[in-house]
């Protein structure tokens, strides 16, 4: 909206609706995943993507693998056969989820959701892993902490997650996560903001825009 008022279309109105979030499928929710995948007691880090490409943080991942310690437990959901021979062994790596059961039971079984893309237009996983009662850590770049952001205007802080400079790359992350200050972010308040992106509400903003 900021860069369209910059444009030629500055006369114009202009409206933004958010993606939205089907708060009946993705909620937080209790199942085995990580005893399926022998994470046990270790803090759990998640990584979801239907392609992973270098824009998506695949570099960034394989990085923070050999940079973080044992007690941490890095899950890359979304790889196939051959990406697979080429990440750490350190990485469990899994396949698409098709099913949205299993991946909002990965999301809860989370304790942070990296979504260390380089570019977004907006961040579904971000939205979807809120809605399961994680918490996010993203790059400060394009639109991707726009779903962390407050739904008041009050604040322009980051909530419910962590925002990292991007110029201090993968190095900030593993600073952020090691700082531990998203572990104070409830489930709770996690389910609270993504509940301000209900797909039906944002369908529903969409309909009425155009029916106007």
Known sequence: ARLVKKSYLRGYDVAVVSNGVDLSRF?????????????????MLLGVASVWLQIKGLDDFIAL??????????????????????????????????????LAE??????????????ETFGLVTLESLACGTPVLVYDVTACPEPLMPCTGE???AVC??????????AGVKDAIESGA???????ECV?????????????????????
């Open 27 to 43: 909620a937080p929710r209790e199942g085995s995943f990580r005893e399926r995948y022998g994470i046990g007691s270790r803090t």
């Open 65 to 102: 693998a050999s940079m973080l310690g044992d007690e941490y437990a890095i899950v890359m959901v979304g790889v196939d056969s051959r990406l697979r021979r080429r990440l750490p062994h350190r990485i469990i790596a899994l396949p698409q989820l098709t099913d949205c059961g299993e």
């Open 106 to 119: 990965a999301y809860a079984a989370a304790d942070l959701l990296l979504n260390l893309s380089h570019e």
């Open 155 to 157: 604040s322009a802080q």
């Open 161 to 170: 997650g962590v925002v990292v400079d991007p110029q201090s790359g993968v």
């Open 182 to 188: 998203w572990r104070n972010v409830s489930a709770g």
């Open 192 to 212: 609270a903001h993504a509940s301000h992106f209900d797909a039906s509400v944002q369908y529903a903003t969409f309909l009425g825009i155009y029916s106007s």
